[in-house]
């Protein structure tokens, strides 16, 4: 059985060994600011306050940092034990040996159903990226 800890650990490292960013475990930040056509990263890193200034940051928020999950109008008519949102609690046995359709814009839409394989869902799911 897999960790799903040392599995998100694992790839962080890959990411960092394919774009070379330094990657900082136990870090916080506390504010973001410009500064000087740049910006300043206050950061609270194994308990130790610090600043950084960067050119270009990224905020990989995941989808909480969006407002939370978003599910399309199209499934209100859908009754709700017949789809499911990875921003919830997912029943992965539930479609074994079932035909599972995926619709999603980010790694959820590929995690969710190679879960669902695992759990025996039926080899033919088919992902669709609906963006947002």
């Known amino acids: 059985m897999t960790n799903p800890r040392v599995d998100w650990v ?12 330094p990657l900082r475990f136990r870090t916080h930040v506390t504010d973001l600011e410009r500064a000087d056509g740049a910006f300043r990263l206050h950061l609270v890193e194994n308990g130790v306050p610090a ?27 859908v009754p709700v034990h017949r789809w499911a949102h990875t921003g919830h609690a997912i029943d992965f046995d539930g479609p074994a040996g079932r035909r599972i359709d995926i619709f999603g814009a980010s790694t959820s839409a590929l995690d969710a159903p190679a879960t669902a394989l695992e759990h025996g869902a ?11």
């Open 10 to 21: 694992e790839y962080l490292e890959w990411s960092h060994q394919q774009v070379d960013v």
């Open 51 to 77: 600043i950084i200034t960067a050119r270009k940051i990224v905020l990989a928020t995941g989808v909480e940092g969006t407002g939370g999950p978003f599910v399309p109008a199209d499934f209100d008519a």
């Open 122 to 132: 039926a080899t033919e799911a088919e992902a669709v990226d609906v963006g947002r």
